[in-house]
C-alpha cells in the first residue's frame, strides 16, 4: 500500500490526453464554450448535452487512470476490459470535443490491435459506437458513442459515482 499512494498521487495529476491537431472532430455541432471561466460541452444551440458531462468526463479519466494505476501492481491480462475502456474513453473524449480515430481507440482499449477491431466491429453491430470516415482523408475513421451508448455510461456514472449510501 505504501508503494501505490506515491504512484497514485502521481497519476492522479496526469491531465487528460492532448488533442492530436485543431482538426474539426466528426461531431457537427458540438464545440466547446466557454462560460464563467469553465469549459463546457454544446451542441449548435448553445445548451450542453447534458449538463453534468464534465463531470462525468473527469470522473470517467479518473476511473480509467485508476485502471491503469492497477496494472502497475497486477498482471494487466487479468483484467482486459476492452470494450469499457474504449466506452470510457470515447465518452470522456466526446464530452472534451475530441475526436478519436480508430487507431486512437485501439490503444485506449489496452489489447493488441487486431483484438481492438474485432471488438469495435462487435461494437458497431450492436449500437454502442459509429464509425465515420474521415472526409479529408479515406484512410482515417473517427469512432464515436451513439447517443444511447452516451446515455448509459453516463447513467453508469451517477450510479456508480454520484449515488448512493456510500456518499452520504
Known sequence: MKKLLPAAETIAEIPPMQRR??????????VRERSRGQL???DGSGMPEDPRDIEFGEI?????RARRLRETSLPAQLFADPVWDTMLHLFAS????KAITVTDACAAACVPPTT???WFTKMEETGL???RLDPRDAR????ELTPDAMDEVRSWLQL?????PHLR
Request: proline residues 5%; positive net charge.
Open 40 to 42: 463546457r460541452l454544446v
Open 160 to 164: 456508480t459515482f454520484l449515488s448512493g
Open 129 to 131: 459506437i459509429n464509425r
Open 94 to 97: 466526446r464530452v472534451e470535443g
Open 116 to 118: 481492438a477491431l474485432r
Open 21 to 30: 491537431s485543431d482538426r474539426p472532430g466528426p461531431f457537427g455541432g458540438l
Open 60 to 64: 470517467a479519466r479518473h476511473y480509467l
Open 140 to 143: 482515417r475513421a473517427y469512432l
